[in-house]
């Protein structure tokens, strides 16, 4: 598996291209991350590279005394976020060494990871597509989802039943999105297509 960095979504817009066609495409602010671990087979039974991203201050509330004392050993900066990417390559990294856009080039395929935009609590008929009652002839049971169909035996809903609760806020990945533009000025990447998640959402991306 190829290295990747963090990043934060901005949003979307459109682009035309030489033909004159409008492209939608989303921004993303990657990096810059920085390498605060190195994991081999010897130490961790696998080879990975851990990289940290957004720079918090030490006494910050939501840095745990294990993180920091992470982060202290390595004598790093603390940072927000932390990812482990695996890998195979013999290539040496070190602890520090600085990732940005400049991991990718233009034309590549990206696969973009984050966690889609949260709805809260669904009722079935919204969250399963379930068909409603009747809206008239008194009908009490309007957007109710029913019985259950547990009956007498067995006595029990069994798992798996659809049923409401949460929706939306779930890890996705989109592969193979088309790296259209990179500014490294201000670390921006452009991607052909949508990415999981809203404005400033934290997304993962490496190569294909």
């Known amino acids: ?14 682009i035309f291209d030489e033909k004159g066609d409008v492209i939608p495409v989303t921004l993303i602010q990657g990096g810059p991350c920085y390498v605060t671990d190195i994991k ?28 920091l004392g992470h982060f ?12 482990e990417y695996k890998t195979n390559e013999e290539e040496t990294y070190n602890i520090g060494q600085e990732f940005t856009v400049n991991l990718f080039e233009i034309g590549q395929k990206v696969n973009v990871s984050g ?5 809260g609590n ?6 399963n597509k379930f068909t409603r009652g009747a809206m008239s002839h008194g ?10 169909g547990a009956g007498t035996t067995p ?13 939306g806020y779930e890890k996705r990945t989109i592969k193979g999105l088309e790296i259209i533009d990179i500014n490294q000025a201000e670390n921006l990447i452009v991607v052909k297509g949508s990415i999981p998640g809203k404005s400033g959402n934290l997304v993962s991306i490496k190569l294909s």
Not at 1 to 14: P, Y
Not at 115 to 119: A, R, S
């Open 122 to 127: 669904l009722g079935n008929i919204k969250r």
């Open 139 to 148: 009908s009490k049971s309007h957007r109710l989802q029913g019985s259950l």
């Open 115 to 119: 966690l889609t935009i949260g709805k």
């Open 72 to 83: 202290s050993k390595k004598n790093l900066q603390p940072f927000r976020y932390l990812k």
């Open 1 to 14: 598996m190829s290295l990747g960095i963090l990043g934060n979504k901005i949003g979307m817009t459109q």
């Open 155 to 167: 006595a029990r809903v069994l798992p798996g039943k659809k049923m409401p609760g949460r929706s």
């Open 40 to 67: 081999s087979v010897e130490n961790c039974g696998y080879n990975a590279v851990q990289i940290g991203y957004s720079e918090i201050a030490g006494n910050s509330r939501s840095l745990t005394k294990p993180r």
